[in-house]
């Protein structure tokens, strides 16, 4: 923080001039602007902080109620449905090592959907294969796929 707009002042510590000169009251220094600045930046990002905190918890649960044993740690992979991105190998090896399903629960984002028939049909199609490997593979309370990430 810099000091250069502060003046120093003819007078005691209590703000009386000496030699009985009148004191006219000086405006607020520029320190309560930047104070003042301070203190809205905060509260906006509280409030922001708030509003990402709520959508935090409310993916949060959605995911959370996929396991059951959330405590687990959580491996997440991000991406569309799509046959390029190999998620149903992922799946595949997740549910075939019993050794990293004891120790992790997998979390599949996969876009945001509503109603898989009303999805692309290779989407669709790719969407419900994954479903299918992880009822193969038993993987109940284990895999979460919610629908929404918004």
């Not at 918890?57 to 799509?82: C, E, H, S, V, W």
């Not at 629960?105 to 996969?110: R, V």
């Not at 669709?124 to 629908?147: E, N, R, T």
């Amino acid at each position: 923080m810099e000091f250069n707009h502060i003046v120093p002042h003819d007078g005691d510590m209590d703000g009386q001039t000496e030699g009985g000169e009148e004191h006219r009251p000086s405006p607020d220094p520029p320190i309560w602007a930047e104070f003042c600045n301070f203190l809205l930046f905060i509260i906006i990002y509280l409030t922001f902080n708030v509003y990402l905190c709520c959508g935090f918890l409310y993916i949060f649960m959605q995911i959370m109620r996929f396991f059951t044993n959330p405590g687990k740690p959580m491996i997440l992979a991000l991406a569309r449905p799509d046959p390029k991105k190999n998620l149903m190998n992922l799946v595949k090896a997740f549910g075939e090592c019993r050794p990293l399903r004891e120790l992790a629960n997998l979390t599949l984002i996969m876009g945001n959907r509503e109603n898989i028939d009303e999805m692309l049909s290779t989407s669709a199609s790719m969407l419900l294969s994954i479903i299918k490997m992880a009822d193969k593979c038993d993987l109940y309370g284990q895999v979460a796929y919610p629908k929404h990430h918004k």
